[in-house]
């Protein structure tokens, strides 16, 4: 705190966290002897660069780019990039710390990073975020490698960023390896990556409901926020999976749609021509829109699945959604309960799944797709939803011993902290001091 007094977020997840894990170290004195505390807190390197580039008026444009290599006691670095206006360095460093968690979760040998750009892609033409995507991997390439670091996507870097990204990265090196993720499926992607974070959240959840509750989505109403990649495939394996979600939303206002979301719709606005969500309303008669995306919040569900960002859900917004009878809360999007809002799940009992470990199914599959790359070969759709599903399973499993063994029985938040931080942090310990 001393050391980033103004890193508002970055204190956010490191203090959810730290609440967690202090029973650890009455248990685990070596912890302490290896500092690992001081070391866990603090990124093992954090770049900072220039991306300068011409739009199509021919003026020049200058944004500035970042990549939090955070901790690699267990693998390269692995985490997403974001271009978005509000990315500070304080942003990249918060969600690079919940990966190295959600990271350690999946099982697999993933360490923690992420990166990203101010950059705001809307309005830009495709020629303007391609020469974007070149500016930006031209300095990164230099921090990256199969071996070192494997980016992947965020909000607003998806299968079109990755590919410009992957082109210019292959460009300059002159090799061709699995050095990013998300990449198009004629160029090393796997099957089932667009879908795996929604598809994998909705495991997590079914799964959590069937142990701890003995239910299911089964005939139950949700709220989901967001319409992009998260959101758009939490509401297709929902609605599979025999739920109704009646919402959807983008940072201008949200849908209420009491039939249920036709995700077609959704779909044909935001993958087929980038446009608002405002457009569902005019197409889909009884639905209805509101500005204001926080509004979302206010419908009534059984189970809410916020998919858009950090801090979407507040300490009111919690209130009102426990007051109209909801009694699940996982977390599609990274950090989206505000610390007040976890307060408020925790007093009412809620069923609470937290992002480190209810999202962790899109950095899993990538995980899948680095060692599809390395066989070169690539699995079936089915072979990598199986995966995932297992995953999340797992996930939710060790959560729950975790939470066990350390007198929080049933804390799907405890116990995702906990599991995360023990394999990081035993790494940590055996490569010794550094
Ligand atoms: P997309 O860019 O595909 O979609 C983001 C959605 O959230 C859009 O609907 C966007 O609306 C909305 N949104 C973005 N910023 C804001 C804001 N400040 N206020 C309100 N709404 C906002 O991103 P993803 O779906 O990939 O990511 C969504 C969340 O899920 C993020 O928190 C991300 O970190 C997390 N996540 C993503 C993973 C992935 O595999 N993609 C993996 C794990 C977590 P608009 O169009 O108006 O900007």
């Known amino acids: 705190e001393e050391r980033d007094p103004d890193q ?13 894990i202090e029973p650890v170290f009455a248990k685990h004195p070596e912890y302490e002897a290896a500092g690992v505390l001081q070391r866990f807190v603090e990124p093992e390197r954090l770049v900072k660069f220039r991306v300068a580039w011409v739009d199509d008026n021919g003026d020049v444009q200058v944004n500035r780019g970042y990549r939090v290599q955070f901790n690699s006691a267990i693998g390269p670095y692995k985490g997403g990039l974001r271009f ?73 870097v998806g299968a079109r960023e990755v590919g410009y990204l992957f082109g210019q990265y292959k460009r300059l090196r002159n090799e061709f390896t699995g050095v990013l993720t998300g990449k198009g499926l004629e160029f090393g992607g796997s099957l089932a990556r667009t879908e795996a974070t929604g598809y994998g959240l909705c495991y997590y959840t079914q799964e959590a409901l ?22 758009i495939f939490a509401i297709e394996k929902a609605t599979e999976l025999g739920a109704k979600v009646v919402t959807c939303s983008d940072s201008n206002g949200y849908i209420y749609d009491p039939k249920g979301i036709d995700l077609d719709v959704v779909k044909d606005i935001k993958l087929g021509h980038r446009g608002r969500i405002k457009e569902y309303a005019d197409r889909v008669a009884g639905s209805e829109y509101h500005e204001g995306c926080s509004g979302v919040w206010t419908v009534k569900c059984d189970i809410a699945l916020p998919c858009a960002t950090q801090n979407e859900i507040d300490g009111t917004s919690a209130q009102t959604l426990v007051d109209n009878g909801c009694t699940v809360v996982c977390e599609g999007a990274n950090m989206p309960s505000t610390p007040d809002a976890i307060a408020v799940y925790q007093k009412n009992h809620i069923l609470y799944g937290p992002a480190k470990a209810s999202n962790a199914g899109g950095v899993a599959v990538s995980g899948l797709e680095m060692s599809q790359n390395s066989y070169r070969l690539s699995w079936t759709f089915e072979e990598v939803d199986n995966r995932l599903k297992d995953i999340m399973k797992n996930i939710v499993s060790e959560s729950l011993d975790a939470a066990k063994e350390y007198g929080h029985e049933g804390d799907l938040m405890f116990g995702a902290n906990i599991a995360g931080f023990v394999k990081v942090a035993d790494a940590m310990v055996a490569q010794g001091i550094f």
Do not use: Y
């Open 84 to 156: 978005h206006p509000t990315v500070t360095e304080s942003v990249i460093k918060f969600l690079g710390f919940e990966q190295i968690l959600k990271n350690s979760l999946t099982g697999l040998p993933m360490g923690g990073g992420k990166g990203g750009a101010d950059f705001d892609p809307k309005g830009r033409s495709d020629a303007e975020v391609m020469r974007f995507c070149q500016a930006f991997m031209t300095e990164l390439q230099r921090h990256i490698g199969q071996f070192t670091d494997v980016p992947a996507g965020d909000i607003n």
């Open 210 to 231: 069937r142990v701890l509750r003995n239910d299911s989505f089964e005939g139950k109403t949700v709220a989901v926020s967001g319409s992009g990649n998260v959101a």
């Open 8 to 20: 508002k977020e970055f204190l956010q997840a490191v203090q959810e966290v730290f609440e967690s």
